[in-house]
């Protein structure tokens, strides 16, 4: 039900900017978030954004680099992504969930729904 897009292949220092978007008109109260996963390694969680995108949150390894977003209007949420680096490189999926604890957040586990994933290769 989410519809992941705006990967790419880019180099070191570069920039892309993801987009999560959905036709589910209840998003507006869901919880957002991305994560990624490289090739043998296991999903990680990247960033969060709550319904009304007062609140964000951050993985260390992208805190200051990535920000996350989220139009309600057009039901869409957003990752852009600045300063990208090899170790980048993954799959990155969207992911929402209804009922989300914040001490949960971080866990793939929490959400309910997830896209199909979008490949972001950068490269040295």
Known sequence: QLQASGGGLVQAGGSLRLSCATSKRTFSRFFGAWFRQAPGKEREFVAAI????????????????F????????????????????????????????????????????????????LVTVSS
Request: proline share 3%; hydrophobic share 30%; net charge positive.
């Open 67 to 118: 920000t996350i977003s989220r139009d309600n209007a057009k039901n869409t949420m957003y990752l852009e992504m600045n300063s990208l680096k090899p170790e980048d490189t993954a799959v990155y999926y969207c992911a929402a969930g209804a009922s989300i604890i914040l001490s949960n957040i971080r866990s793939p586990h929490a959400y309910n729904y997830w896209g199909q994933g979008t």
């Open 50 to 65: 709550n319904w009304n995108a007062g609140y964000t949150y951050y993985s260390d390894s992208v805190k200051g680099r």
